[in-house]
Structures are given as structure tokens and as C-alpha cells.
């Protein structure tokens, strides 16, 4: 029998369960990858591109692995560009396949597809076996119906600890059946027509360079845990935002499955039997079960996630001040701790946590924006978006999601607390590098005098155009907590 192989947001050979299917009574397997349009056009409410070019050279990088691991075990990947509901069923056609198998999405747009290519699979007569591997927990595995998934994290993270075991890992298979004689020759990658863009690199001030595909994540893997031993001290330095260190950088390579989570968590007992067991350990797959839950949030909420009332059905007047959004997304509010982020995200596709929770605080509840055109822009240029972790944390910052206190963030108390000396802003403000440190995150409070010595000049066209500086100012001290 001839089993075919989608390959989507699994990029891996490591704990592949649809791999697993795939081989299990196959004498030829056909690993196909399929660049489908859908994902590179443009977000519905800004019209950014839905895959920006740090993520799609990420992704060309992740695919080019995958090449390369599957033809060191005997196999091959075929590179294909089309609607996969429409692809994979002429493919069984014509190769004589009797089995698809593929890992299950979460969200709308992907179980669509995936139910498009069930039906006409089924139709032809071809069997389908898809597999949930995307999280630390199995679905299956939950302690309770997902229509019945608590709104609030810790209800659900207190049950799963207690009541769910994380599956033992599929092996990495040591050889692979080869490609059935009749096959589809690989297109190779698309061309930048097709993209909309050119794929790009981080900037040399990234926090890492992002190298794409399963080799690059267990080696950062390999790098964070055991060779600097970093993991020790995960809950202390993690709300860091300067630096390779401060957290794992684990993201990217979980977004398109370079790395699986249930691998991660093997890992982090292993370093607990051999090296430590303590706090940080533990925390860092706790936040492994953020990233659980916000997943399985999608699947509950369905399309309700995508709406500008969020999960909450809250009605709130969004405004759609475009130059204000401009300015929030070029780095140019003025605000230290906006721009630098900012900055970060558009130099290089990343972003720490704690500068997520502060821009889309700001955006939303300073600027009062609506959300969504700040959860377009972060899919569009993170190297690590994730469509549930991404807009799951958006309308959780918005008030329109799982936050069950609304909360604001104060951006210059944040800023204070976080980068206390200013090295972050100044790392990528340099234009800021002679501001004092005890004004790098309130320059509009130096004498002009001071503005003079620091080379800057606030309130005419300083580095950063203002959106009415002062007036966002008392909107942080008036909300701030
Ligand atoms: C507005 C906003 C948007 C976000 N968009 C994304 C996104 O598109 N993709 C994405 O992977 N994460 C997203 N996050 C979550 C989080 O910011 C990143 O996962 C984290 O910064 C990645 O860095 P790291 O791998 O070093 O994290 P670490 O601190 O090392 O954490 C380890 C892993 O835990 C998971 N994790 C940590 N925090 C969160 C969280 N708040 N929610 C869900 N999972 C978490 C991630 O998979 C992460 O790789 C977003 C957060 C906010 C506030």
C-alpha cells in the first residue's frame, strides 16, 4: 500500500505521530508539502500580507530540513502550490494511494480545509487517518469535554495537571519506506510573484538568528538546557527582554512544528533527574499549558475568537484611527517602551513576552484600537505566529478574551521594572543612547536643556513623530496599575 504524508504545521520526523500512521503498513510513503495561496495573501482587516518574509524564510529554511532529514532515511519530500482539498485528492488518484494522513488544526480556516479534503477523500474511496499532535496534552486526553473547557486558565491548568498524563513520544524512524514509482516530480519553492515578497532575514540585533527546521530546534534545545544551563534560572530571568538568554526562544520552532512540545517536556524531566529540579523547571511547562490552553480555547470559541468581540461577546468602541495604528506599528509613538518593541518585532520577527503584553496593551487600551488590526500585524511579521496563541493572547490583552481581571499595563512603570537601566530601549533606539537613565523611559520630562545635551528635541519632530505625546502619557498614568 501507498500511504501519502501531509506535512502542514509538523515539520518534524521526531514524536510525528501522522508519520507514525503514514508508515505503519506502507511499502511507499509520499511526504508532500503544499504551499497553498490562501496563506500568503493578505490579513482581512489591514491588508498586510498573512505570512511576512521573516516567517517565510523560516519556513523555506524548515522545509529545506525537512528535505534533507526525509532523503537521509530513504524517502523524499515533494513540494506542491495548490489548494491541498483539491491537490491530495487528484494525487490518490493518480498515484493509486490508499491512505492520507496529516495532523488536525484548531482553528476555522484550517478545519475547513481539512473537512474539504475529508469529503473528497471519502468520495474516492481513499481512507484518511489525521492525528492531534500539536500540544503538550492530547485532546483525547483532557479531563473534560472542550465545549465545557473552563474560561479561566488556572481551573483548566489545575484539572489537566491532575487528571492528564503527557503520551509517551512516537520514535524517530530509522529508515523510511521509499516514494511509490509513480509520483508527482516536486515544484520546489514558489517564487517571490507567488509570496508577495522576498523572504528575509532578523536583523544582526536579533535576539537570536532564527534558523529554521527540526535540526535548528533541538539544537537550541540542546543549547538552552544542557550546554548553558539556562533552564535552572527560566523563572527568574523569563519576563527579560534583551538577549538569546533570558527565555527559551522556543516558539518559533513549536509554531510550525519543528520541535514538539511533548519532546520538550521529556527533555525538561530528564534535566530534573540529572541536572535540577526546581521552580524554572517547572515553569517552563507551565507555560507549555498557556500554550495547550490557548489552542484549545480556539477549538471552544470557533470563529468567536476572530471577532472584535472576542470570546467575551464584549461590544467596546473600537476606534480605526489609522494614523494612530501607523504610528503604533512604525515605531514611532514616542513612547520608549512601545518603540522599542516595536522596533524589535519589525527588525527582526520577534518580540519577548513582556514587550507582547505592553504594545498590545497600549494599542487597545491606550490608543483603543481595535485589537485586531494589532493581531493582523503581529501575523504578518512574527516569526513565531501561532493562530491560537496569537489571537488567544490579543483578545486576552483586550479585554475581550480569557483575562478574567481586564487588566491594564502601566508602559512606564513596565518599562522601569523590566529594563531598569534602559539597556533594552537603547539597544534598539540608539538614536536615545545619551538620554540619562533615569529619563530613558520619560524623555519628555527632561529640561530642554537636557533634550539639548541628549541630542534629542521632544515635541517637534524628534526621532519619533508624536501621537500627542503628553495626552498618551496621562492615558498611561490614569489607567496604569
Ligand atoms: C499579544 C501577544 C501575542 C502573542 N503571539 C504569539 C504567537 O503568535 N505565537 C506564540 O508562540 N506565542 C505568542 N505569544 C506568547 C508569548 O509571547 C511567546 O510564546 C513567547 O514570547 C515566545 O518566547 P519564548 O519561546 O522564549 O517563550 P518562553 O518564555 O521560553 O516560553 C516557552 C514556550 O511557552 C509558550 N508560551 C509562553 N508564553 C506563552 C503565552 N503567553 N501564550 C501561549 N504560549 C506561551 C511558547 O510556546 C513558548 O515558546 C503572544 C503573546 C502576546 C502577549
Redesign the pocket.
Known amino acids: 500500500m501507498t500511504s501519502l504524508l501531509w506535512f502542514c504545521n509538523d515539520i518534524r520526523l521526531h514524536d510525528n505521530e501522522a508519520l507514525h500512521i503514514a508508515t505503519e503498513e506502507a511499502e511507499k510513503l509520499l511526504p508532500v508539502y503544499i504551499f497553498d495561496p490562501r496563506q500568503f495573501a493578505k490579513t482581512d482587516e489591514i491588508g498586510f500580507p498573512k505570512t511576512g518574509p521573516f516567517r517565510l524564510r523560516f519556513l523555506i529554511d524548515s522545509l529545506r530540513d525537512l528535505k534533507s532529514n526525509l532523503q537521509s532515511k530513504g524517502s523524499d519530500l515533494i513540494i506542491l502550490t495548490g489548494k491541498p482539498e483539491e491537490l491530495i485528492p487528484e494525487l490518490c488518484r493518480k498515484h493509486d494511494i490508499g491512505l492520507v494522513s496529516y495532523h488536525e488544526e484548531a482553528t476555522h480556516e484550517e478545519t475547513q480545509v481539512e473537512d474539504a479534503l475529508d469529503d473528497a477523500l471519502e468520495k474516492i474511496g481513499v481512507d484518511v487517518d489525521s492525528a492531534w499532535g500539536a500540544t503538550l496534552y492530547h485532546l483525547d486526553d483532557l479531563p473534560m469535554e472542550v465545549e465545557k473547557l473552563p474560561d479561566v486558565f488556572t481551573a483548566f491548568r489545575k484539572k489537566a495537571e491532575k487528571y492528564s498524563e503527557v503520551r509517551e513520544l512516537f520514535d524517530t524512524p530509522a529508515k523510511l519506506p521509499p516514494l511509490p514509482e509513480s509520483h508527482p516530480e516536486s515544484e520546489g519553492f514558489p517564487d517571490s510573484d507567488f509570496f508577495g515578497l522576498e523572504p528575509d532575514s532578523p536583523s544582526e540585533h536579533s535576539v537570536l538568528p532564527f534558523a529554521g527546521g527540526e535540526t535548528a530546534a533541538l539544537k537550541r534545545l540542546e543549547t538552552y538546557f544542557w550546554d548553558q544551563d539556562l533552564l535552572k534560572t527560566?523563572k527568574e530571568t523569563?519576563n527579560g527582554m534583551l538577549g538569546a538568554d533570558y527565555?527559551?526562544?522556543?516558539?518559533a520552532w513549536?509554531?510550525n512544528g519543528t520541535i514538539s512540545p511533548r519532546y520538550i517536556y521529556f527533555q525538561v524531566k530528564r534535566y530534573e533527574k540529572e541536572r535540577k529540579k526546581n521552580n524554572s523547571t517547572y515553569w517552563?511547562i507551565f507555560?507549555?499549558i498557556?500554550?495547550d490552553y490557548?489552542r484549545f480555547i480556539a477549538l471552544k470559541h470557533g470563529r468567536n475568537l476572530f471577532y472584535s468581540t472576542g470570546i467575551k461577546g464584549k461590544k467596546y468602541e473600537w476606534s480605526t484611527d489609522n494614523d494612530a495604528f501607523r504610528k503604533w506599528a512604525n515605531a514611532e509613538t514616542g513612547i520608549p517602551m512601545i518603540d522599542a518593541n516595536m522596533r524589535e518585532l519589525n527588525d527582526s520577527g520577534f518580540m519577548?513576552?513582556r514587550g507582547?503584553?505592553n504594545v498590545?496593551s497600549f494599542l487597545a487600551k491606550c490608543l483603543n484600537i481595535d485589537w485586531r488590526w494589532g493581531a493582523e500585524y503581529?501575523e504578518s511579521l512574527?516569526v513565531?505566529?501561532?493562530v491560537c496563541?496569537?489571537w488567544?493572547?490579543?483578545a486576552y490583552?483586550s479585554g475581550v478574551g480569557n483575562d478574567p481581571r481586564d487588566r491594564y499595563f502601566n508602559i512606564v512603570g513596565q518599562g522601569k521594572r523590566y529594563d531598569a537601566n534602559g539597556d533594552y530601549i537603547r539597544h534598539w533606539l540608539p538614536e536615545l543612547k545619551d538620554v540619562p537613565g533615569e529619563y530613558i523611559h520619560e524623555p519628555h520630562k527632561m529640561s530642554v536643556e537636557q533634550q539639548r545635551k541628549a541630542g534629542i528635541e521632544i515635541g517637534n519632530d524628534y526621532p519619533f513623530p508624536m501621537i500627542n505625546l503628553e495626552q498618551a502619557y496621562r492615558e498611561i498614568e490614569k489607567r496604569g496599575d
Open positions: 527560566y523569563r527565555s527559551s526562544k522556543f516558539s513549536l509554531a517552563l507555560e507549555l498557556w500554550r490557548f519577548s513576552n507582547r503584553q498590545a503581529f512574527l513565531d505566529y501561532d496563541s496569537n488567544g493572547n490579543w490583552n
